[in-house]
Structures are given as structure tokens and as C-alpha cells.
């Protein structure tokens, strides 16, 4: 396991690369010019036997050679050829008898090689055994006049001294090599670790921040990579801050929507029982309002648990195909005790049968939120109108009301958690500042949208749009 994590790291990747980068190269070289002097200096070589055994071939065939090996002249030089070059020189004459042999091993014998055959034809023969180490010349002895073919000229020198100078080069180029990958190796070390250094410091920072004795902020900039990394992580921490101190504030303010009703039965209960016998009277009035802010309490509770549903994912809701007319008949029935209190008019206009694929009792609860509010925040005699309407894809509920509007400056804030747009007023009428923060919420969960218009004291409209057909 730890080996295949360290196959896996970048420092190791890195070191791989610069030692192959590093070291590669001068094995291809040594390899590469070991090979070429090898090529050269044979051919070098050969090239010098050639001349000098060319220019002997001549005297030979001048001096008679061939028929009297006595000639001293050429005997000596002969020799030399061969003590020089350490080589064996062999003359044959046209019959293919050897004529000469410098080793003095074959004189008088027959040869019918494929060189001597060739060489007799004409041809020039050089060949490398690089296996045995030796170079083979085998050229005519032709007339200067006639251009005829007298005999052949055979040469075999050892390449032993390219050999020695050639093991020579290749101990000199190993030792050069392993002092190189010595070198490269001590450096792909140094620079592996180095160049990993600034993502080891992003680990350490992020293990500071999480541990929170380090600073708030990432700032890596060693590399555009990491200042990338450092940044999108910044991001991330703004976004987490922002819903960290949302859900404080949340917490906060349920705390204290639920604190002001048990505050008030504290004060109420506290003040009876701080008095000496009181009349029944007053009991009951006392314990009315206790009831009353229980009947509160009960209320912020329910609407807190709608909301906790309505944040759940899109994928907790109950989709159906639903009557929307019906539907809203049964809303207005409903609300409509509550508005005949404040002897307001309702009205329900359908221009059109609407069935849609929603969730009926989330989409219903919004709706009716929108319709209690028309009515809560509307004046004595005042009227509520509720229209359903649909094109091809949507459908439209519009909830307009005579009431008391909303401030301008309000309007952006009215789907917040706990917001109340004229606090003292919507208190009094037990509002939570709860119920627009479900409608939206279940609104969107519908992918639809809702928008609200209004005008200081002369009314509200809200509409809200719903897709017909429910895309997960
Ligand atoms: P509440 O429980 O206080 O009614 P809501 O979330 O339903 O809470 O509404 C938020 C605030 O928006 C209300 O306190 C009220 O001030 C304002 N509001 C909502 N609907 C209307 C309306 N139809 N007319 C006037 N004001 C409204």
C-alpha cells in the first residue's frame, strides 16, 4: 500500500522523469560514438592497408614476383606489411596457387575462396569481422597495359589495437556515465522534493485552517497552480461562512420567536400569583391570554416544522396530477371564516380547467399562506381576488388584495425566515414572519417562481407561476 502511494506521488513522478531525462541521454551517446569510432576507425584503416598493400601489388607484378619469391625487395617489404599492420599477406598466383605466405604456413597450396574467386573477376574486396576482430583485403593483380589479371593479393589484419583503444573509450565513457547519473540522481532528489514543497505547504495551511490556529485565509502563490487551488478554496470557505452565519441567525431567531410567547405567560401566571385573592374574573381573562400564546407557540412550531420539510430535497415530494381549480375552490372555502370577520370580499376567478403534476398539500399550504396574508394585512371591507390562469406549459395563480401594501423597501426581504414587514401589526394578528419563506421554498421546489408587486396602502399582488408538468 505504501509503495503503490509512493508510485503515486508527484515527487516521485518528478524524479523519474529527470533521472530517465538525465541519464538516457549519455547511454544513447556512449553507445552512438563508441559505435561510430568503432565504423571509422576500421574504415581508416582499411583504407591505409589498401594503399600501401596496392602500391606493394605493383612491385610484385614488376619485380616478377610471382615466379621467383626470392626477390628480397619485396620480401622485405612483405614483412614489414605485415609486422606493421600485425597481418598476414598471401600472394596467389592465376593458377590459385599462394605463391607468398607471410605466416609461411600455406605456400604452395591451392586456394579457391569466394574473395580469390571474386578478386580474379575483378573486384575489390574489403570485409570486417568484427566478431573475430580482423579486416580482410583481397584485390587483383592486374597488367599496368593489358589490364589482365595476374594474381590476387590477399590481406588479413587484426583490429586488435581499435578493439584496445576501443575498450579503452567505453571504461572512460562508464566512469564518466556513472559520475553523470551520480550527479542527475542527487539533483532529480533535490529538485522532486523541492519543486513538491508548495503543495506540501497547501496541505499544512489547510490542516492550520481546519485546526484553526493558522490564519483564516489560503495564499499559496508558489505556483499558479496552487494560487488556483488556494483561491477556489477561499471560495468555498466564503460560501460555507455565509450559510455558517445564516443558520446561527436562523437558530437565534427561533430561539427568541419561541422565548416572546413563554416570556408574556411568565409575566401573566407570575402576576397571578403575586396577587392575593383574585377574582374568578381576572383568572379567566389571565389565563384566555395564556392560552392564547400557547395556541402562538403551537403556531411558530408548525410552521418551523413545514419549513424543515419544505428544505428537504426535491426529491421528498409527493407528485400527482391535481385539479388546481378544485384545489383553490377548496383553499377559498377554507379562509373563508377568517374573511368574513373582517367582512372582506373573496373572489375566485378561473379562466380556465387547470390539472397539473405537483404536490398537493406543499403546493396548497403556499397558497393558502398567500391568500391568509391577502386577508390578515387587508382592511375592514377590503377585497381579496384569486385568479387561475395557464398557457402551454404554466399556470398562474394571482392573489391581489385591497390591504395595506408593503413598503417599497421591504418587498426584497419579505420570503426571509422570521421578517415581518410591519412587525408590531403582524404580531397582533399572530403572524410568525414564517409563512412567505415556506410559500417560496415550496415554489421552488415546484421549479416555479413567485413575484410580488404592491403599493403602500392601497394593496398587494402576488403571482406565482407553476410548470404544468413536473420536471425532476
Ligand atoms: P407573517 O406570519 O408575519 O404574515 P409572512 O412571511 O407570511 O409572515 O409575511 C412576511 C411579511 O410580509 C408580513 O409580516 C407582512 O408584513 C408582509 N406581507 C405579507 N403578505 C402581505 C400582504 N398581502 N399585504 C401586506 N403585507 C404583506
Known sequence: MKKLKLIHSLKFRLFLIIVLVGILPSIILRFGILASYESKAVSNRSIDILSQAKMLGSQVLTYNYMTDTSVEIINAQL????????????????????VKDTYGLDT????????????????EISKYDG????????????????????????????????????DYLKKN???????????????????????????RKLTRSLEEIQTEDGEEELMISDYTETEAISEAFNEMMGRMQVIDESRQEFV????????????????????????????????????????EEIERENKIINDLLSLVKMDKSAGSLNIALVNINELLEVIMKRVKPIAEKQNIELVLESFRPVTAEIDEVKLSLALTNLVENAIKYNKEDGWVHVSLNADHK?????????GIGIPEESLEHIYERFYRADKSHSREIGGTGLGLAITRNAVLMHRGAIKAHSKLGEGTIFTVRIPLSYIA
Open 394 to 402: 404554466f399556470f398562474f395563480v394571482r392573489v391581489e388584495d385591497s
Open 252 to 291: 437565534s431567531n427561533v430561539s427568541h420567536e419561541l422565548k416572546t410567547p413563554l416570556t408574556s405567560m411568565k409575566v401573566l401566571a407570575d402576576s397571578l400569583l403575586g396577587q392575593e385573592d383574585v377574582p374568578a374574573e381576572l383568572y379567566k381573562d389571565f389565563m384566555g391570554d395564556i392560552a
Open 79 to 98: 614483412e614489414q606489411l605485415s609486422n606493421i599492420y600485425d597481418g598476414r599477406v598471401m600472394i596467389i598466383n592465376n593458377r590459385f596457387q599462394i
Open 108 to 123: 604452395g597450396k591451392t586456394i579457391i575462396s569466394e574473395e580469390v574467386v571474386k578478386s580474379f573477376r575483378g573486384e
Open 131 to 166: 566478431d573475430n576482430r580482423y579486416i580482410e583485403l583481397a584485390f587483383p593483380l592486374k597488367n599496368a597495359g593489358t589490364q589482365n589479371v595476374l594474381g590476387v593479393m590477399l590481406v588479413s589484419v587484426s583490429t586488435d589495437s581499435i578493439m584496445f583503444n576501443y
Open 173 to 199: 565513457a562508464q566512469v564518466i556515465e556513472l559520475a553523470t547519473a551520480a550527479l542527475v540522481l542527487a539533483f532529480a532528489l533535490f529538485c522532486a522534493s523541492h519543486l513538491v514543497q508548495p503543495f
